[in-house]
């Protein structure tokens, strides 16, 4: 408990003394999360309601599947991403391999499923009745899309909030694509695991508590966002 | 027919979000590179030129390569990028060309390396020892043994009372783990019959370090590095001690190789020379030589030269004296 405890205060004087190596990591941990995530949304949320208001062949099986790689291992991702640009890899000329850039690559795939699949079910959550509320009440097919985009925000803003909650607390992919280069590719889960197996347990302590702190800002930030729209 | 146009809509709505997101992540990169250069203090030193290596984990642990790092940044002018990874996967991201250096502690998977073309310029730069911890208490009685001898104490003693003798491996392909090995076969066993054999053999899969924290929590024997173990202990108290050591087969040599440019055209073979030979320069040695005294009262790595003075050298399997005195000949392609 007394462990605990220390890592608490340690967390603090971290945070209050600004220690220079600590914002950098931290820093680095929230430009790749929020630079994935944004990206993500970019390329899911369109992606998300084309698949929902189009019906085709094979749009269940589709969603089942999206769904299926909830679950992918992040590991998994990452030894993808590093197969793909490893220097013998298809795209290894590009020689981004351990680079904060590949480190964005990954957590972007790795949040794909999480941000399309949640996007599909939170207009699911809203379409028909707000739809039919909508046109009962002579809207346009402009005030309907609206109102449907105003009715999901909610669902969708928790897509955002798990996707950001994904990519910055992963540490299997950051690990293998970036390679946990001091001052370069380290961000706070690889610092965590690296101070771990140095025995380093409360600076470990510190950073995690460090990182729920991130998030708990990102999440205010995120639900003023979605209180003011 | 209606939700036709709606989806439309809701298409141009959502494209116009995506316009808006594009610019903010343009206005965000702006920022963040201004901010980074008033970070003054991690500015790189020459982008243009980064040269990786990956090393074992045993020399990271300790902290050696946050003296090193700086030391070869400045001498070459490189930013140094330095990637953890224990000597199995080190060399097959040396493979693949990953990085442009290995610095790994596994004589037999180092000649494979070599002999397979990947790895040339291998050069010896330092040098310590294993060592067997176990429980105070030494149920499987291992304490002044040979290593030979105690790991077929612990054998016997595990397969017996497998609830109170135990023993942690690394079981991740390290170099620890090929020494584990190779300590086995020299006292008679075959690897795999030891693998299978019952409760007592642990197989972690991870660092030394939690593999270290693990032995403690489980009161077992483990095999480790001296410096990682003396370093973990000043940090974590352990209640697992130093049993068994000073045993010729317990040698841990470090060595430095260089990716072949032939096999991995964008390997940088002249700074992975001038790495290597700085490695063997009287600067490193010197740090080697008293790095961790003031903390453990005993260095944690010796350099490849102190060989000559304690003896070390005319142990088998001490590199010959040329594997780290001759230079790395400057590459000419």
């Known amino acids: ?88 890899g298809p795209l290894g000329g590009l020689d981004i391999l351990f680079t904060p850039t590949v480190m964005v690559i990954g957590q972007v795939i790795l949040v794909l499923p999480i941000l399309t699949g949640l996007t599909i079910t939170g207009l699911n959550g809203v379409d028909k009745t707000i739809t039919d509320t909508a046109r009962s009440l002579g809207a346009s097919n402009w005030q309907t899309a609206t109102a449907i985009i105003r009715e999901a925000r909610f669902a969708v803003t928790a897509a955002v909030i798990l996707a950001f909650g994904r990519a910055i607390s992963e540490v299997g992919l950051a690990l293998m694509v970036g390679g946990n280069i001091r001052g370069f590719t380290r961000v706070l889960t690889t610092a965590i695991s690296l101070e771990t197996s140095k025995g380093d347990i409360e600076l470990s302590l510190a950073l995690g508590i460090i990182l729920i702190f991130i998030a708990l800002v990102v999440n205010i930030v995120m639900n003023r966002i979605q209180q003011r729209q | 027919m209606k939700t036709g146009s709606v989806r439309k809509i809701f298409i141009v709505l959502v494209s116009l979000l995506m316009a808006l997101g594009l610019v903010s992540l343009a206005a965000g990169c702006g920022r963040q590179e201004s901010s980074a250069e008033q970070q003054g203090s991690y500015a790189l030193h020459d982008p243009e030129v980064r040269f990786k290596i990956a090393t074992t984990t045993s020399l990271y642990d300790t902290g050696l390569w946050y003296i090193l790092e700086p030391l070869f940044e400045k001498y070459a002018n490189v930013e140094m990028d330095i990637i953890y990874a224990g000597t199995g996967i080190a060399l097959e991201y040396g493979r693949r060309g990953d990085v442009d250096a290995v610095i790994v502690h596994d004589k037999a998977a180092e000649d494979k390396f070599i002999d397979e073309g990947y790895g040339i310029n291998r050069r010896n730069f330092g040098y310590n020892f294993f060592l067997i911890a176990g429980p105070e208490s030494d149920p499987a009685g291992i304490k002044g043994s040979t290593a030979a001898d105690a790991f077929k104490k612990i054998f016997e003693a595990g397969m017996k009372d497998p609830g109170s003798v135990k023993f942690v491996s690394r079981g991740d392909n390290s170099g620890t783990h090929s020494k584990e090995k190779l300590i086995w076969k020299s006292a008679g066993f075959n690897y795999e019959d030891i693998q299978g054999s019952g409760d007592w053999y642990v197989e972690a899969g991870k660092g030394m370090g939690p593999t270290l924290l693990m032995a403690n929590e489980m009161g077992a024997y483990v095999l480790a590095d001296i410096s990682t173990f003396l370093s973990y202990n000043l940090k974590n108290p352990l209640n697992i001690t130093t049993l068994v050591e000073q045993d010729a087969i317990f040698l841990n040599v470090y060595a430095a190789i260089a990716i072949n440019p032939e096999k991995n055209s964008g390997a940088k073979i002249d700074i992975a020379n001038k790495f290597i030979n700085w490695l063997m320069s009287e600067e490193v040695q010197s740090v080697l030589a008293t790095y961790g005294e003031a903390e453990y009262g005993r260095s944690l790595f010796n350099p490849i030269a102190r060989g000559q003075e304690d003896g070390s050298a005319n142990l088998p399997g001490f590199p010959p004296v040329e594997a780290y005195t001759v230079p790395v000949p400057e590459y000419t392609r």
């Open chain 1, 1 to 88: 408990m007394e462990e605990i405890w220390n890592g608490l205060v340690k967390a603090l004087q971290l945070i209050f003394t600004f220690d220079p190596e600590v914002m950098q990591v931290a820093w680095l941990s929230i430009r790749v999360a929020v630079t994935s995530v944004l990206i993500a949304s970019i390329i899911c949320l369109p992606l998300g309601s084309l698949i929902h208001f189009n019906n085709f062949r094979g749009k269940r099986v589709l969603i089942s599947i999206i769904q299926t790689f909830y679950s992918v291992p992040t590991v998994t991702v990452g030894l993808f991403v590093f197969i793909l640009f490893s220097n013998k």
